[in-house]
């Protein structure tokens, strides 16, 4: 039974952090780690700011601000309106509540602190159970080659709106760095029972994490089985650019593309119900495939879809099961 | 004429600041220096903070506030409630108007600017007139060596409400300090007319300023007249722990001690109309009196007793002159 075993979940910034929040509601606590993606890490008016990291945070905690998505609820803007009264740059929006965190993070690191344990700290402080573990201690910085140059994630992403347009993804540092310790504890945990690749864009919030050197063989080569849900529905992203980027980068805008993006890596797949026609071409590249409602809406959606996703896993663990049965006999 | 001349006032915080702002409003922008004590100086939650510098910048931007006597006017508390939340440090309130500033001089200071630029560059952007410099970009630190240990400043000032009883004050790194070049240009001014010490406390505000080597000697020697103001009315301090302080270090609690205090350094001494009693005592220090209302309420109050201050920095100048003419004759 996976369930009475450890997951691991990869997750990007807030369409990840909805299942991750389902996942968690249906877990025991202590049998879920979370790692977020760090790629879209910036210094911002000297502050470290960690979105995705937060994002779960934020999630999982119940503080998140429900109508924009991002961000903390009950917020207020104080701080960025001063900076604008002053002419200070200004064009990432930091509420003043939001403000506790970085402060926080950015004095932990400072003071010599790694962010796997700054992380650690702030999701004790905002009393959450699963550990969120950033993927790497190291600074991996996503980058975007584009039409109009090379820019930062959160240039990119924030700054220019994601208008230009991508024509490569980079991972600036990734080479040189290394799981952090609670990613590479949870990679091989005695208990470990599976693996869930969250509706993360595959390319921007993904990718980083696979990028960090022997995640990906360590997934890949992992005895336990591993389930992607779909970030696609209907050719449309959920949230974010996810879309945008794939036309550009000349991949249809479809489940099959990130299926066929993952390839190996994944045992089973989560496609949503309106595109349940792709099940057969999913399945043909042997991967197992669920349908599901994965639009996530309230809680219980989270909920739901985080119980639809265990049940693939759980359906992958017992064929692997018998089929080891069958090779020992 | 002093008036036309530059002026050198030496400040603390709050209540030095009032002064500050009259002097700022009496006379032309661009021909008054205001240094700041930075021996409150301290970091906090990995930022730097400069509560004197900060005093000064708000209430010449007219946007100090009022009710509290200090801080920012429309503030909000968000980031600390959230920082309480969390169970983070927060003993030292910051709001989140005031974090502006100090997010934006800590970047600007770990970007390897010195304070003095940072300083110059917030005085540009709250669209102030006057220079508002520290006393030196190198840190000294405020050390009150007291019946329960040695405090920083702000631990015994903020964190102990000044309860602790004071036997000796120390400032750190003083020694190895030097003035900003702005004090130093502002005290070889070519057309200096006059040095004002504000009512700010001698021991803990002033003392500071004049600990970092050659400013004393510098002003002791300066051909221009130095007046100080009382920072004590009948035995008592308008603001802080002054009177406190003067009784715990044995020190009577009058404007005399002050007066004594300032000794060699200053030429002229402008006491509270209500201890008009004690002018005989200073005078006979060899010290010019003025008697004045230095209790400053309103703008009007502060630009007032500035038109006081200025009145008697002049008259020592005619004196001079007229002691130089009667040598040269």
Chains 1, 2 share one sequence.
């Not at 996976?2 to 691991?8: A, D, K, R, W, Y």
């Not at 004790?124 to 140059?149: C, Y």
Request: charged share 20%; with cysteine; proline share 5%.
């Amino acid at each position: 039974m996976t369930t009475s075993g450890h997951i691991l979940a990869l997750s990007g910034g807030v369409g990840g952090a909805k299942l991750a929040l389902g996942l968690s509601r249906i877990l025991p606590s202590g049998q879920l780690t979370l790692v977020a993606n760090t790629g879209d890490d910036f210094e911002y008016l000297g502050m470290r700011i960690s979105p995705d990291i937060d994002s779960l945070l934020y999630a999982l905690a119940g503080v998140n601000n429900q109508s924009t998505g991002w961000g903390r609820d009950s917020e207020t803007w104080t701080f960025m309106s001063e900076l604008e009264r002053l002419g200070i740059d200004s064009w990432f929006r930091l509420g003043d509540r939001d403000l506790a965190v970085h402060v926080h993070r950015t004095n932990g690191l400072r003071a010599g602190r790694t962010l796997s344990e700054v992380t650690e700290d702030l999701t004790r402080k905002f009393g959450v159970g699963p550990n969120i573990v950033p993927m790497s201690d190291h600074r991996i910085s996503t980058l975007l080659q584009t039409a109009e140059g090379c820019l930062p994630f959160q240039d990119y992403f924030v700054r220019r709106r994601c208008q230009p347009v991508v024509r490569e993804i980079l991972f600036e540092n990734a080479a040189a760095s290394r799981p952090s310790p609670a990613f590479l504890k949870a990679l091989g945990h005695p208990q470990l029972s599976g693996i869930v690749i969250c509706p993360s864009n595959p390319y921007l919030s993904i990718d980083p994490i696979l990028s960090v050197p022997g995640v990906a063989d360590a997934i890949r080569g992992s005895r336990v089985p591993v389930v992607a849900v779909t970030p696609i529905v209907q050719g449309r992203c959920i949230k974010g650019p996810t879309a945008k980027i794939m036309a550009e980068l000349g991949i249809a805008v479809s489940p099959l593309s990130v299926a066929e993006h993952y390839g190996s890596l994944i045992d089973g797949f989560v496609l949503d119900i309106l595109d349940e026609p792709l099940a057969e071409a999913v399945s043909a590249l042997g991967i197992t495939v669920e349908a599901a409602d994965t639009i996530m809406k309230t809680l219980d959606d989270r909920q739901r879809l985080a119980r639809r996703t265990m049940a693939l896993l759980e359906r992958l663990f017992e064929t692997d099961r018998r089929v080891l049965s069958a090779v020992q006999e």
